[in-house]
């Protein structure tokens, strides 16, 4: 079967399986002059043809300040397609990431990435696009995976779709079923033209390592190459630890819960609609930011096996952390276990990234329980939610 076949019905299980392309999307693609990108353009400009979904595509390529870059052969190949080049000035990038390389082997990989992302994802804004396409496949996503597992202590891999909430912008991975053979195969066949890469660290990089070790797992035992792939979307078989943690906060049954299910987040909904809501007569809008929610580290606190009060944080940027939607039902309050929940967490927090600042808004009249806890007052009283707040500080 010729390369462009299989190539297509991966991109079109893809689709179907994740809800990638949709009528009337706007999709930008990011195109380095790679083969992975090249191929992804030429596919999806035949995908537009057989797909009955009327979207549009427009090829987007960064000038990152790379020595030699030259847009030359890819502006020949989208005029061939049908399809016009955008190529934006982002030279910014090589001196930047220059800076940043200090003592380092090579030019630090994942700030590029982030900031090509973020480049990227500025351009469709502005260009009203309202999704953007990268050329990962599926071999990326197993190298990415077990670069997260060997070197980041976390069972991970990058998304076929995601959705930045603040941007309203929807990243996309048509070819996350494509295996990378069959995209050097299609690069063959269709003559496609791709340019060298110009990065300094090409070749050089632990992706690369990860290559070579999954090369040679492949080798030895040839099934685990589709098992890896199948493995990433298997949800019905996942059989993890991370969803069993209940941090014992003492022996009598308090235990600290991390969110890990839709049911846990149901109990965190509840309690909190009990208590601000309810009691408070906060707002359900001002209580429940959707954007707020997806960014936070949720917990519930647990008394035996009774879900008893939540506590949330989010890293807000240079080790500091804000503790939010701190909650305990009034049927276990004055028993100590808010406190003591709310005490392990911070020190789980300390733990993990001292030195760091942890802080949070309380509500006025718990101002004593609070500095009770080591926390310090910090700024002016202020309202929310018709409520009278200040600032209480820990640092570690």
């Excluded at 070197?151 to 076929?160: E, I």
């Excluded at 630890?241 to 009598?252: A, L, P, R, S």
Aim: with cysteine.
């Amino acid at each position: 079967m010729k390369a462009i076949r299989t190539v297509l019905a991966c991109i079109r299980k893809a689709d179907q399986m994740y809800n990638l392309i949709n009528h009337g999307d706007k999709i930008m693609i990011g195109l380095s002059g790679g083969k992975d990108s090249v191929a992804l353009t030429y596919a999806l400009s035949l995908y537009q043809k057989f797909s009955h979904t009327d979207f549009v595509i427009q090829p987007v390529m960064l000038d990152l300040g790379f020595p030699d870059f030259n847009p030359y052969e890819m502006n020949k190949f989208c005029e061939s397609l049908g399809l016009k080049l955008l190529v934006v000035d982002n030279t910014d990038v090589y001196r930047i990431l220059q800076i940043q390389q200090k003592d380092k082997e090579h030019l630090p990989c994942s700030i590029c990435s982030r900031m090509k992302k973020a480049s990227m994802n500025k351009i469709a804004k502005e260009l009203g696009f309202n999704k953007v396409s990268f050329a990962h496949h599926a071999d990326d996503a197993i190298e990415t995976y077990m670069m997260n597992t060997l070197f980041g202590g976390r069972v991970a891999s990058f998304a076929p779709k995601m959705h930045l909430e603040r941007a309203d912008i929807t990243f996309i991975r048509p070819l996350i079923h494509v295996r990378e053979s069959d995209i050097i195969k299609l690069v063959k066949e269709e003559n496609l033209p791709v340019l060298a890469s110009t990065c300094p660290a090409n070749m050089h990089t632990r992706r690369e390592d990860m290559k070579n070790l999954l090369k040679d797992i492949y080798k030895k035992w040839p099934v685990a190459k589709d098992n890896l792939l199948t493995m990433l979307s298997n949800y019905e078989k996942e059989d993890i630890w991370g969803k069993e943690i209940c941090y014992q906060v003492n022996q009598d049954g308090l235990t600290l819960k991390p969110v890990t299910t839709p049911m846990d987040m149901m109990n965190v909904l509840n309690i909190r609609n009990i208590v601000f809501v309810g009691e408070q007569n906060c707002p359900y809008d001002i209580e429940v930011v959707p954007e707020e929610e997806k960014e936070a580290k949720h917990f519930l606190i647990y008394y035996k096996d009774t879900p008893v009060g939540t506590v949330r944080y989010r890293e807000m940027g240079d080790r500091t952390f804000k503790l939010e939607r701190f909650a305990v039902l009034k049927e276990y309050r004055g028993k100590g276990y808010g406190k003591d929940a709310f005490l392990f967490l911070v020190s789980k927090i300390e733990e993990n990234y001292n030195p760091c600042t942890i802080y949070f808004n309380a509500q006025y009249q718990l101002f004593d329980y609070y500095k009770a806890m080591g926390f310090t007052p910090e700024g002016e009283t202020f309202y929310e939610a018709n409520i009278k707040h200040i600032k209480m500080v820990k640092k570690a």
